[in-house]
């Protein structure tokens, strides 16, 4: 089986020859064997998938499991403690790292807070979020950091209302998940983060008990027959994912725009592109990162066989790039049907909060280019920090002028 293995060099993962585009190397990777033996940071004999169709196949397939305890880092780990982390158990409640039946009882409890309907129904409240961050970023006047004044507050204020967490909390929390998601951070800064974030969430149940509302959050406390340890660790999951995904997707997307007059013209000038337009920025700014799914038995996917044990890594950008699913897959076309690309996963994993993404999304960035039809970038494209060592892949700063 190891007879090709090839050893990845780790950085090609993040370091991005073109603004958008995916390493080279992954495009090459991809038409010469798109799942193919690689050797792992820390030796071990597993699988690297860059097609499309055997990163849908391996994500919908039920023998393999996403459990960090059976699956080997893809990158080597600084030290013990950071390989222990990696390792850890999840805690009760984290089931975005558990298996059926344990993932399954979880997310019955929440896949009917996250509906299209009821995401629906959270558009005028996003737009009128949108233009209270436009009306106070007009009167501050520019230059303006696009990320702080518009790509953070629209998800960060709508995950707390839709979660029913005080908008108190937020400085704290953005913080404390800033230090958590940055590659640079020490074991010691991420474990306090952690600690940090964890502990908004007790006073809070307690708060949600005595005084329930209508938000997802007192429903799972009062409701959902979960212990406090469970309840915690859902709310953290929770609002990380609704608030850093999303904010990292919209400075991209405006960024991307920005980079692409011509697409950013043709959504002006038909607003019903909005929808094809948001689904094909998901596609085209898929982050740097992979997936990790392990082998419970022998599989055999696309003419490979897989053993029990092996750990697959699954790039999900190099996926979303598969001229064999997307035809011309490197060129950002907004009137392409980009409909059934991975970013958002795919089977019993799939992103609960997909539905919340697209409607910020689809809200924010035509209103932000409506209200600013001059905006531009302030510096040279070229000199936009980007997030390439953390979990949420996305811009640092993105300046802009109009």
């Known amino acids: 089986m190891t007879e090709g293995a090839i050893e990845l060099p780790w950085t090609a993962r993040t370091t991005r020859p073109g603004l958008f585009d995916p390493p080279q190397i992954m495009a090459t990777l991809r038409s010469e064997r798109p799942l193919r033996p690689m050797t792992f940071a820390d030796g071990h004999q597993g699988w690297l998938a860059t097609g499309y169709d055997v990163v849908k196949a391996i994500l919908a397939d039920s023998r393999f499991s996403i459990r960090r305890e059976v699956a080997h880092p893809p990158v080597t780990m600084p030290n013990a403690g950071a390989q222990a982390m990696f390792t850890a158990p999840p805690p009760p409640g984290m089931f975005v790292r558990m298996d059926p039946p344990e993932h399954t009882r979880y997310r019955k409890l929440l896949v009917g807070e996250f509906t299209v309907r009821r995401m629906r129904r959270l558009e005028a409240r996003i737009a009128e979020v949108t233009r209270d961050c436009l009306d106070d970023m007009e009167r501050s006047g520019p230059p303006a950091d696009l990320v702080t004044a518009l790509c953070v507050p629209v998800p960060a204020l709508l995950i707390c209302e839709l979660l029913g967490i005080p908008e108190s909390t937020l400085p704290v929390f953005r913080q404390a998940a800033a230090t958590a998601l940055d590659g640079e951070s020490t074991q010691e800064q991420i474990q306090q983060a952690y600690a940090t974030m964890l502990g908004v969430f007790p006073p809070l149940i307690a708060d949600k008990r005595d005084n329930p509302t209508g938000d997802v959050y007192s429903g799972l406390v009062n409701h959902?027959?979960?212990?406090?340890?469970?309840?915690?660790?859902?709310?953290?999951?929770?609002?990380?994912?609704?608030?850093?995904?999303?904010?990292?997707?919209?400075?991209?997307?405006?960024?991307?725009?920005?980079?692409?007059?011509?697409?950013?013209?043709?959504?002006?000038?038909d607003p019903s592109l909005a929808d094809n337009a948001v689904e094909e920025l998901l596609r085209f700014l898929t982050g740097p990162s992979g997936m990790l799914r392990t082998a419970l038995e022998d599989v055999e996917i696309g003419g490979e066989l897989i053993r029990a044990g092996q750990t697959v890594e699954l790039l999900v950008g190099a996926a979303n790039h598969d001229p064999a699913r997307f035809e011309r897959p490197g060129e950002f076309d907004i009137t392409r049907p980009a409909q059934g690309h991975l970013t958002f996963g795919h089977g019993i994993h799939q992103c609960l909060g997909q539905q919340l993404a697209r409607v910020e999304l689809r809200a924010a960035l035509p209103a932000l280019f409506d209200r600013f039809p001059g905006l531009r970038l302030a510096v040279p494209a070229q000199e936009i920090p980007m997030k390439d060592d953390s979990a949420f892949f996305g811009p640092k700063s993105l300046p802009v002028e109009w």
């Open 224 to 269: 959902g027959g979960l212990s406090d340890e469970e309840l915690t660790s859902i709310g953290l999951l929770l609002f990380a994912a609704g608030y850093e995904s999303t904010s990292g997707m919209l400075a991209l997307g405006a960024f991307a725009l920005l980079e692409h007059p011509g697409q950013l013209q043709a959504l002006r000038r």
